[in-house]
């Protein structure tokens, strides 16, 4: 007598039922934890940090906005959430627009950063700060065309709009627009490469004349 004759088909049809959701709900995507090993602009590599499951390293965007780009590094940690659909087409890792055809349960990922208990606070930050920084510097700009740009670094501070800029350091202060510029610092004030507080003039005359350059 075969095992089909001696089982409840009752029991069976339990069992076969709870079988088939298992595996349609294993087709779908689900929220893993891992980290990054490489980066090209907003889109990372992620190897799956789950004890138990040998899954490939998958590439998929980072969670955010065309306007704030994350300097994320690799070893970074963070979650990848499946979308229900295919977003290729707005991630740009491929083409096209989703629909409801099922995908394989890493191909719909997207990377969200995840905060971490053993991070160091930045320096005079507090709870009503909004703290930015990057590992080398922070760029701030109203465009790629970059008409006016704030860039901090550990060196200094460069402020630039149009053809001026103004650069400061722990050392100078430089302001330059067009093909002239100030420089200040601990030696004195230079205008144009000349020195402002020794300095000479050319075609001086007396009484209320105009002098030449500054020699």
């Given at each position: 007598m075969s095992n089909a004759?001696?089982?409840?088909?009752?029991r069976t049809l339990s069992l076969f039922g709870q079988r088939k959701a298992i595996d349609e709900i294993a087709k779908r995507g689900q929220a893993l934890p891992g980290?990054?090993?490489?980066?090209?602009?907003?889109?990372?590599?992620?190897?799956?940090?789950?004890?138990?499951?040998t899954l490939p390293q998958v590439s998929m965007p980072v969670l955010g906005s065309e306007y704030i780009?994350?300097?994320?590094?690799?070893?970074?940690?963070?979650?990848?959430?499946?979308?229900?659909v295919y977003i290729g087409g707005v991630s740009g890792l491929g083409t096209g627009t989703g629909d409801d055809t099922l995908q394989g349960n890493l191909s719909t990922l997207v990377w969200v950063p995840v905060g971490n208990?053993?991070?160091?606070?930045?320096?005079?930050?507090d709870a009503n700060t909004i703290a930015l920084?990057?590992?080398?510097?922070?760029?701030?700009?109203?465009?790629?065309?970059?008409?006016?740009?704030?860039?901090?670094?550990?060196?200094?501070?460069?402020?630039?709009?149009?053809?001026?800029?103004?650069?400061?350091s722990s050392s100078s202060i430089t302001l330059t627009f067009g093909?002239?510029?100030?420089?200040?610092?601990?030696?004195?004030?230079?205008?144009?490469?000349?020195?402002?507080?020794?300095?000479a003039h050319t075609g001086v005359t007396t009484g209320p004349g105009t002098s030449g350059p500054v020699a």
């Open positions: 004759q001696k089982t409840p088909l009752s980290h990054v090993t490489s980066v090209v602009g907003q889109i990372v590599t992620v190897n799956f940090d789950v004890a138990g499951l780009r994350l300097p994320i590094q690799n070893g970074d940690k963070g979650v990848a959430f499946p979308a229900s208990a053993n991070w160091t606070a930045p320096s005079g930050s920084y990057g590992k080398l510097a922070l760029l701030l700009l109203d465009s790629f065309s970059a008409h006016s740009s704030v860039k901090l670094a550990s060196t200094g501070i460069t402020l630039t709009f149009g053809s001026g800029s103004i650069t400061m093909s002239h510029s100030i420089v200040i610092n601990s030696s004195g004030v230079t205008i144009d490469g000349k020195p402002f507080l020794t300095h």
